[in-house]
């Protein structure tokens, strides 16, 4: 009798181990549907929000890629090896209509966010770092926020000439920055510290030139935060960079233009970067 009472005490000893281990294994389930996936935004404590893969290695944009295909190739993908995830990102923080994809020239796929192919950085060994922003001041950390970015490409005019930074013609790559979508931005030489005297008090002008409205953001490496301002242009909002009032060029029509160098001739609208010099007062 004993005996069978010890048999019915190890049977129900198994049948609640075996309960458990199921109720383990179904629990564990839904933690790996759950998984990341995709591009996610990750909390940095150098640069705060930055977009890393699903398992928070640091992302980032190439300044050469302006017209948003990838102008990193050979030797160069050596030490940004292209990003690439079929999945869609389970990020609920990012807005999946700015994720997208290309196809290189090798015909393998590229992940874009905002039209910026995607890399990660080789010096990258571990999830957390970022050892590869600002890197000859042509690779970023790559951010969901940008207010401003750095594109590195030829300058070619309104003309159809080629120009180099000094606005002599040339054939030759120059620094300078746009949106965070890669969009050409300019100032205007008659214009004087943080005041805009090009627009006109009915906009009837703005459509030639735009002013740039968006006012807050992150700001790449090579802009100091105190050379950003706000101004007030007849009740709309214009951002400044070392005082010059931003603008865009209208006929600027596709990522990349930077049409507005030479019209209506070189020097009126000039492109703006970490060489430009602080607005005059008067």
Known sequence: MKSNKKQVAAAF??????????????????????????????????????????NGKTLYFFSNDTKGSSTCSGNCLATWP???????????????????EIIREDGSKQSTFKGW????????????????????????????????MVANAQLIGHDGKNYLADYTEGTGKT???TDDKGRTLYAFKPDKFNKNNYTEPDFSNDAIWPIYQKETGSLPS???????????VFGKKQLTYKGWPIYYFGQDQQRGDNKGISFPR???????NDNTAIAPTN
């Open 13 to 54: 000893i198994a049948m609640i181990s075996l309960f458990s281990a199921c109720s383990k294994n179904d629990s564990d389930g839904p933690d790996v549907e759950n998984k990341n996936k995709g591009v996610q935004i990750t909390a940095n404590s150098q640069f705060g929000s930055i977009l890393t893969d699903e």
């Open 82 to 100: 292209v990003y690439y995830s079929s999945e869609a990102s389970t990020d609920v923080k990012i807005d999946k209509s700015l994720l997208g």
């Open 117 to 148: 192919p995607l890399y990660y950085y080789a010096g990258d060994s571990q999830s957390g770092q970022a050892k590869g922003d600002a890197v000859n001041k042509i690779w970023y950390v790559a951010k969901p926020d940008y207010l401003l």
């Open 175 to 177: 620094i300078y920055l």
């Open 222 to 232: 090579l802009v100091g935060s105190a050379d950003i301002a706000v101004i007030s």
């Open 266 to 272: 070189v020097g009126v609208w000039p492109i703006l």
